[in-house]
């Protein structure tokens, strides 16, 4: 695997919520896409249903819990985004979940909350 200087910011914490949503029974589909609209971290699947999943990182409480970093416009673009890559891929039909990946850095180490269903496809 390349360094992390190599493969952006985010990839320690990408590589630690792959490893968290392949240890509950998911099967990642893709990384980083990126289309006009946005970007989605991790795309999954989940029985019958394509997870799209944002990784939110923080190493310190000054700005809050990484989950409170998914505003409802970057909700919004995450959807969107996700409405692009269902279209281009015949999933139209599938159940879309959305999920959050918060991983918190601290003395002991990161310490990973997972968010099943974190928003809907209207963004709430």
């Known amino acids: 695997m390349a360094p992390q200087a190599l493969r952006g910011p ?9 490893a968290e ?10 990384r980083n896409f990126r289309c006009r609209v946005g ?5 999954a699947r989940d029985g019958d249903s394509v997870v799209f999943v944002e ?3 923080r ?25 692009i ?3 281009a891929r015949g999933l139209s039909e599938v ?16 310490r990973v909350r ?3 269903g974190a928003f809907d496809a209207e963004g709430r």
């Open 114 to 116: 997972h968010d099943a």
């Open 39 to 43: 970007e989605i971290d991790v795309i």
């Open 55 to 57: 990784v939110k990182e």
């Open 10 to 18: 985010g990839a320690a914490g990408e590589d630690l919520a792959c």
């Open 59 to 83: 190493s310190g409480t000054s700005h809050g819990q990484a989950v409170e970093a998914v505003t409802a416009a970057k909700r919004l673009r995450i959807i969107r985004t996700a409405r």
């Open 85 to 87: 890559y269902a279209g």
């Open 21 to 30: 949503l392949v240890r509950l029974g998911l099967r990642i589909l893709e």
């Open 95 to 110: 159940p879309l979940r959305f999920d959050v990946i918060s991983i918190d850095w601290g003395p002991e180490g990161p």
